[in-house]
Nanobody
Framework: QVQLVESGGGLVQAGGSLRLSCVAS????????IGWYRQAPGQQRELVAD???????HYADSVKGRFTIAGANAKDTVYLQMNSLKPEDTAVYYC???????????????WGQGTQLTVSS
């Protein structure tokens, strides 16, 4: 198993910025992709942004130009820099990763616990 630990959520005013962090840990794993989803109460969980091991990124149309996903040099941490935040960004944000447990020769598919972002007008 790969454990994902998230941090950085909170309350911010519209137009403000916030950075989410996700730290992945486990026994000899290789990330294939890691990223962020978000879910508002009663709504579907949606992809916000992700990044592959090869550095390929994807963004939801609603966040393009405002959010940036990037990995740290340690390779086990991913950040979501969120700028120009809007009330519509309010949701629980979940870190997600898929990859390979090298010595176990087994795939993993892991989710973090979620962190709340609230954007006020």
């Amino acid at each position: 198993q790969v454990q994902l630990v998230e941090s950085g959520g909170g309350l911010v005013q519209a137009g403000g910025s916030l950075r989410l962090s996700c730290v992945a840990s486990g026994s000899n794993f290789r990330l294939a992709v890691i990223g962020w989803y978000r879910q508002a109460p009663g709504q579907q969980r949606e992809l916000v942004a992700d990044i592959s091991a090869g550095g390929i990124t994807h963004y939801a149309d609603s966040v393009k130009g405002r959010f940036t996903i990037a990995g740290a040099n340690a390779k086990d941490t991913v950040y979501l820099q969120m700028n120009s935040l809007k009330p519509e960004d309010t949701a629980v944000y979940y870190c997600h990763s898929k990859g390979w447990m090298v010595e176990l020769l087994r795939e993993y598919d892991s989710w973090g616990q979620g962190t709340q972002l609230t954007v006020s007008s």
